[in-house]
């Protein structure tokens, strides 16, 4: 793959080049560097292939992130790459293959990191459809905590987990998700997995929309990535089974209706709704159609802060 | 069992990316001092008590947000409900210094036509060596927008209570004179359970502070 290296090396070059007289000029990639540098030296310092101020690692992960921001400069660098770069950084040992699968993983999860952050929206939306079918009390519950717009599943959904799981059980995680196994947004059923081993907690409590959140966040490194996957894929086959799944959850997890010539288990997610019944919930699959129902910040928001300023 | 406190205020901490936001929050609520913290990807919540005076306490609720711009349509959904807010900048970073005005006008915009009670945190002192920012511009900065300026450091425990507990205070007593009131439907401040202690301003208003939305 000697054309994958020279590629990778003439991007790489294009930001080395770049003399800091020019840097004074470009506020952009001045922040996303520095950004960068600054990430980059708090990003899974602990474990034991970041660890040390003199780590090689450490400039690998920069200089992949610095390329990734040439590779695709409308996007930039966010914060949150960093924690997806890491663990390919890890398997693969090498500057130029770790870029290559980073730029394939961005390729699923880009549209996380736009400004608009609609995609963000648009998946909360869906997991809280998948939720309504799969758990309405819950969902009732979280409606009456001001919670039922699941934001505080963000992290989650942004990084894949990456901060909720142990270093291995991520890479173990991410692998099944790379899969496209059982299902397209298979990684909206792991959210449903988690959420339903801690409804009882959850609806237990008495807890608001603070210590909901609070409860979510502090589940991190304390779940089992096997568990939650069963967990996950048991969601799946329950939903598979069901006869009367309404139109827009059997697209969004790829499900064939059974009345008849629907569309095949294709993995990436549909980019169509259809025009048949859909739960009254809508969390629309189709790319940016406004949608005013969607309910995915705290409700107190105020209307303005929905729409991004032009 | 949860202790008895008498109001409890939602904060939000804002600020550039890498200028201490966790750091400064987590020496404040766990007491310990992490050299190394993931960056903030969307919202963290935190709570504590503090005493502001012998007996009453208040109960803080604080909100750490991420910095970078491209989350704001998300971090900006929890400015409505804060009543207060610490605005951080690095003292060792000019440019987080700048974005000072951008970040209350970003603020102000959400919120209006109410108010966050903020306080100008000029955080890493520690770092005075490389200092970009001086205490006097602070100062003068701050003053402009009417609000107070103090300077942290997360890392050696610097007057991280104070910064904490003197914007607490500040509030308590607008509160107390009822310039800022409780309101149903709104997070910011709210009572709690103390007999034999009532302020005018703890008797639910429902003159909306909801009417722009």
């Known amino acids: 793959m000697v054309w994958a290296g020279d590629e990778y090396f003439r991007m790489k070059l294009q930001w080395k080049s770049v003399s800091e007289e020019q840097e004074r000029r470009n506020s952009l990639l001045r922040g996303y560097r520095s950004l960068i540098e600054r990430d980059v030296s708090r990003t899974d310092r602990s474990n034991k292939?970041?660890?040390?101020?003199?780590?090689?690692?450490?400039?690998?992960?920069?200089?992949?992130?610095?390329?990734?921001?040439?590779?695709?400069?409308?996007?930039?660098?966010?914060?949150?790459?960093?924690?997806?770069?890491?663990?390919?950084?890890?398997?693969?040992?090498?500057?130029?293959?770790?870029?290559?699968?980073?730029?394939?993983?961005?390729?699923?999860?880009?549209?996380?990191?736009e400004e608009s952050q609609e995609s963000m929206k648009r998946q909360l939306a869906q997991l809280a459809l998948l939720l309504r079918v799969l758990d309405p009390p819950l969902c009732d519950f979280l409606d009456s905590k001001e919670s039922g717009s699941l934001c505080f599943c963000f992290r989650w959904l942004l990084i894949w987990f990456k901060r909720e799981f142990a270093f291995e059980d991520v890479l173990q995680l991410?692998?099944?998700?790379?899969?496209?196994?059982?299902?397209?947004?298979?990684?909206?059923?792991?959210?449903?997995?988690?959420?339903?081993?801690?409804?009882?907690?959850?609806?237990?409590?008495?807890?608001?929309?603070?210590e909901i959140l609070?409860?979510?966040?502090?589940?991190?490194?304390?779940?089992?990535?096997?568990?939650?996957?069963?967990?996950?894929?048991?969601?799946?086959?329950?939903?598979?089974?069901?006869?009367?799944?309404?139109?827009?959850?059997?697209?969004?997890?790829?499900?064939?209706?059974?009345?008849?010539?629907?569309?095949?288990?294709?993995?990436?997610?549909?980019?169509?709704?259809?025009?048949?019944?859909?739960?009254?919930?809508?969390?629309?699959?189709?790319?940016?159609?406004?949608?005013?129902?969607?309910?995915?910040?705290?409700?107190?928001?105020?209307?303005?802060?929905?729409?991004?300023?032009? | 069992m949860e202790a008895i406190w008498l109001y409890q205020f939602r904060l939000i901490v804002i600020g550039d990316s890498t200028v201490g936001k966790s750091c400064l929050i987590r020496r404040f609520t766990e007491g310990r001092f992490a050299q190394v913290s993931d960056p903030t990807v969307g919202v963290d919540f935190f709570s504590r008590l503090v005493e502001i005076e012998p007996g009453k306490r208040i109960k803080l609720q604080i909100w750490d947000t991420a910095g970078q711009e491209r989350f704001r349509s998300i971090t900006r959904a929890y400015y409505r409900n804060s009543v207060g807010g610490l605005l951080l900048f690095d003292i060792t970073n000019r440019r987080s210094f700048q974005n000072v005005h951008e970040w209350l006008e970003e603020t102000k915009v959400h919120v209006q036509p109410?108010?966050?009670?903020?306080?100008?945190?000029?955080?890493?002192?520690?770092?005075?060596?490389?200092?970009?920012?001086?205490?006097?511009?602070?100062?003068?900065?701050?003053?402009?927008?009417?609000?107070?300026?103090?300077?942290?450091?997360?890392?050696?425990?610097?007057?991280?209570?104070?910064?904490?507990?003197?914007?607490?205070?500040?509030?308590?007593?607008?509160?107390k004179r009822g310039d800022i009131s409780i309101q149903e439907g709104w997070e910011g401040v709210k009572s709690g359970f103390v007999p034999n202690v009532v302020h005018s301003s703890e008797e639910v208003v429902k003159s909306d502070r909801r009417c722009l939305c």
């Open chain 1, 49 to 113: 292939f970041y660890q040390g101020s003199e780590n090689p690692a450490l400039v690998l992960l920069h200089d992949v992130l610095m390329t990734y921001c040439v590779y695709n400069f409308d996007l930039g660098y966010v914060q949150g790459m960093s924690d997806l770069l890491s663990p390919i950084l890890y398997v693969t040992q090498n500057e130029v293959d770790a870029f290559w699968c980073f730029a394939g993983f961005m390729e699923l999860v880009h549209h996380n990191f």
């Open chain 2, 114 to 175: 109410y108010q966050i009670v903020f306080v100008l945190v000029g955080h890493k002192c520690d770092l005075d060596t490389q200092r970009q920012v001086t205490r006097h511009e602070a100062e003068k900065l701050a003053a402009a927008y009417g609000m107070k300026y103090i300077e942290t450091s997360a890392r050696d425990a610097i007057n991280v209570e104070k910064a904490f507990t003197d914007l607490t205070r500040d509030i308590y007593e607008l509160v």
């Open chain 1, 174 to 210: 991410w692998e099944v998700l790379w899969t496209g196994l059982p299902c397209p947004s298979f990684h909206l059923l792991v959210a449903c997995g988690i959420l339903d081993s801690e409804r009882e907690a959850l609806m237990n409590s008495g807890f608001g929309f603070s």
């Open chain 1, 214 to 310: 609070k409860h979510i966040n502090e589940l991190t490194m304390k779940m089992n990535v096997e568990e939650t996957l069963s967990r996950a894929e048991a969601l799946y086959r329950q939903l598979a089974a069901s006869p009367e799944l309404p139109r827009n959850v059997q697209e969004l997890l790829g499900l064939g209706g059974p009345a008849g010539g629907s569309p095949p288990a294709t993995p990436p997610p549909p980019h169509s709704a259809g025009p048949a019944p859909e739960l009254e919930l809508m969390g629309s699959v189709s790319p940016p159609q406004p949608d005013s129902s969607i309910e995915i910040l705290p409700p107190e928001e105020p209307p303005t802060a929905r729409s991004p300023p032009p």
